[in-house]
Each structure stands twice: as C-alpha cells, then as structure tokens.
C-alpha cells in the first residue's frame, strides 16, 4: 500500500512537471522580507520584495505572530504603506512585543514562503526627516549670525506628546564637501555664528528619537551670507616637530580675517591636568608658530593644542591637535659637509665627505642618535642613487661615482631614540647601593660577631650527673 502511494506521488509529480516544462508556469519564487520601519514606535509598516510569478497570477499575504502566542494573524492593512507592504495601526502594534512575520506567495500551482523576520518595534524605530526648515542672516551688535529654524516631522503632531525628538544640524560652503555637523538638542531652532562674509553654505536637518535610527537628512536650503565684517575663520594646525627631543615647536595656518585685525593664541593642555596654558614664545620659531623650550617640553607627556582667532566680530578656534614629543622628532640636517678630491699611487682616485651632525642633536650624551644616507646623481639627470652612511662624519666614496659630474645631498634619514645613557645611570645607581648594602652587613657581621656564632654554634652544656670526672670525659 505505501509503494503504491509513493507512486503515486511520483507520477503526480512527474506530470506537474512536464506540465510545467510544457507551459512555462510553475509555482511562484520566494519572496524577501526587505524592510520593517516605525515612525514614532506607535505604528509599523513591513515591505517585501516578490519573487518570480511563475507565469501566473500570484497572490501575497502576509502571516505574523506575537512573541510566546501560537495565533497566527493575517496582515490588518495592505494599502497604508503602497504595494508589496503592511501597515502595522496602533490596534496592532506593541513597542514591548517581538513579531515573527512571514510572507507567502501563491498561484495556481502552488505556494512559496519568506524567510521569517523577527521585529522588535523599540529597534526599528526611524523617523521621517524634519520639514519647513529655513534660513535668514541675522545682525545683533555688530556680529552676523545664521538663524535656522523647522518643525518636527508630519506624524509627530498627532502623535504621543511623550516623544521627544533631538536633533542635529550640518552645514558647508557651497563649493566644498566636508560637512560640519552641530548638536542641537531638543530644540527646533538653532543659532550659527563664525560663517564666513560672502560665502554660500548649504545647510540640512535630520532628527531621531530616545530609541533607533537617525531619520534621514532633510531637504537641502542654500542661504548667502552678506559680504562685510565677520568672525575669522577657523585655523588650521599643520605641523608640529622637535629637532632633538627636547624643544619642540607647531605652526598653523590663519583664516580669513573677517575684514578685521586679527590676534591668535595657542593653547594646550596637559594629559592628565585640567589647567590651561598659553604658548610661551610666539617669536623664536617665526610667524604663525609656537615654540616650547626646554622647560616647556615633557618627553613623555601628550599636549592637547588648540588656536584661537579673535577678532572686534568674534572668535574661531582650530580642531585639537594632539602632540607627543616622542613622534614629532625630525632633526635638523647635517652641517659643514665638504667634499675632497683625493688621488692616490696605488689606487684610482676617490672622494672624501666630510660633515657635521647638526647644531642643535646632542649626540655626544648618547640622547640622540642618528643616521646618515647619501644621495647623488649626475646633474642632468632626474633619478637619485640612495646609500645609507655610517654614523661616523667621514666617508670614502670610491664607486664608479668620477666619470661624470654628480650633484651630491646629505640627509639625516632616520631619528632613533637611544636610552643607553639612561641605563647606564640606572646599573651604576643599583650597584653603588649594592655595594652599600654588602659593607653595612659586613660591618655588622663584624661587629657582633661574637652573638652570631652563639647563635649558630651554641656551646655544650658540661655532664650534671654526680661521680663522673669531667676531665675524664673530655
């Protein structure tokens, strides 16, 4: 009786097939559950992507059920939400309920399942961008500012006054691409000071709630800020560098100035402190720069750097540059180098270069160590031939370098940090307490000798018994 039924089977399923392979029809493919969104976490929708037809009329419906529930419903509303979806209203919707949704296609031939998609309403919460937002150039005691202001996006009206919605604001001139991106709050309004005189910026809102996604970015709106008198611009830190490990010194690049004089101060803090310094020489280093002496400069310390410009309109501050001593060393170059011709009976004749390290590398001391490397070409040519030196201020080039004229260039190529001065100091300290150590227990030893072999060598007590002749005993 069962060979027949599985026979049956096969025979059913072989003619579907060759129906199938006949007609070009077959049950339809495998729908994909795509998406599932909340605007305000008291409602839903859930979108699908179909499958193939398979060349028949298909029908979708979509089955869910609630976390530790065996009933399964059926979608309350396919039209909300546009084709291929479900709009979950809030009769149907539970922030603090997990759904299993699936979604099942079927034709005349048969049917075809989603896989199951697991939705918690409190994870897929996004809401819509802001609206109406808008832009006008305010003047409030000599200072141009930005006044942006918008509302809340549509549903948030009619829904629940317990969602508060924060929001972010971004803006950039209109030629570059780096946005610049603001915290605002809670609030819908927002103040933006320091813009540039004459320049176009683009500016956009977005929102999102205590829980899930940011929304996505509202429309953009364009807004030219009047030429005139203004707050500088911003400042940029491009370098900072130490030439020997123990001063060092960071320039910056100024902004506009706003159509006003303007005054910079670099200030850095400690890793570590809360106390706020100002650069302690403006001068040495040049325009534009800072330098730190000596007493200034902690090897093992990270600077957090910062540079104000001020202006009768305002003030801007750089980004924060952090600085460690350690990373920023790169020394100066080699000095007094010359170059000597030498000729020889026994040999061909060979070059002698001869140079200094620089003024300012304590390489005597063992803090600094460098290295040198040699490069040179012929003068009309474009390549250089690099060839690391030793770290001796003399070097005999013999190589083939005198059948043309070469153009010749001494470089410091690497900086490396050398602490053998350091360790020696430490291994002479431990071992002049040591030695200390060894002669304050000799003394001791001598000193109260006598106690100690008491102590380790007790005498013998004499016999105590009555008739014996000590002497016979010994």
């Not at 690049?253 to 310094?277: A, Q």
């Not at 170059?339 to 026994?346: G, H, M, T």
């Amino acid at each position: 009786m069962k060979q027949r039924f599985i026979s049956s089977v096969q025979i059913i399923l072989q003619l579907a097939l060759t129906t199938t392979g006949l007609t070009g029809q077959s049950y339809p493919g495998k729908p994909k559950i795509i998406r599932c969104r909340s605007l305000e976490r008291e409602t839903f929708s859930c979108w699908w992507k179909p499958g193939s037809d398979g060349g028949l009329p298909t029908n979708y419906t979509l089955f869910y059920s609630k976390d530790s529930e065996e009933k399964i419903y059926e979608c309350p509303d396919y039209q909300a939400s546009g084709p291929n979806s479900c709009y979950f209203d809030k009769n149907h919707t539970n922030p603090w309920t997990t759904y299993i949704i699936t979604v099942m296609a079927t034709n005349e031939i048969g049917s075809n399942s989603s896989d199951p998609q697991y939705v918690d309403v409190t994870s897929i919460v996004q809401p819509d961008a802001p609206v109406n937002l808008s832009l006008e150039t305010k003047t409030s005691a000599s200072i141009t500012y930005l006044w942006a202001k918008w509302s809340p996006p549509p549903l948030a009206a009619v829904s629940s006054n317990s969602h508060v919605y924060h929001y972010e604001l971004r803006l950039k001139p209109e030629e570059k691409e780096e946005w610049e991106t603001i915290t605002v709050g809670v609030q819908t309004h927002y103040k933006v000071t320091g813009l540039q005189a004459g320049v176009k910026y683009v500016v956009q809102v977005r929102c999102m709630l205590d829980l899930g996604e940011w929304s996505e970015w509202s429309s953009e709106r364009n807004i030219q800020i009047p030429n005139g008198e203004s707050p500088p611009e911003k400042p940029t830190i491009i370098k900072c560098r130490s030439p020997e490990k123990e001063t060092f010194t960071c320039w910056w690049k100024p902004g506009s100035d706003g159509g006003h004089p303007i005054n910079h101060t670099l200030l850095y803090s400690k890793e570590g402190e809360e106390k706020v310094y100002e650069c302690p020489d403006y001068k040495t280093a040049g325009p534009n720069s800072c330098y730190f002496d000596k007493k200034h400069t902690s090897f093992w310390t990270i600077y957090n750097i910062t540079v104000r410009a001020t202006n009768e309109m305002g003030s801007n501050v750089s980004d924060p540059h952090y600085v460690d001593v350690t990373y920023i060393v790169q020394p100066d170059p080699p000095v007094n180098i010359t170059l000597e011709l030498k000729k020889s009976v026994n040999r061909k004749p060979y070059l002698v270069l001869t140079w200094s390290p620089p003024p300012l590398a304590d390489v005597r001391s063992g803090w600094l160590t460098l290295e040198y490397e040699l490069r040179l070409k012929p003068e009309e040519g474009e390549e250089w031939e690099v060839s690391y030196l030793p770290r001796h201020s003399t070097v005999e080039i013999t190589q083939g370098f005198l059948g043309r004229r070469k153009r010749m260039s001494l470089n410091n190529s690497v900086c490396f940090l050398d602490f053998r001065v350091k360790d020696m100091v430490v291994w002479i300290i431990v071992g002049v307490l040591s030695s200390l150590i060894c002669l304050i227990m000799s003394w001791t030893m001598i000193l109260k000798g006598y106690r100690m072999m008491a102590f380790i060598l007790p005498p013998v007590p004499g016999p105590k018994i009555k008739g014996i002749d000590k002497r016979l005993l010994e």
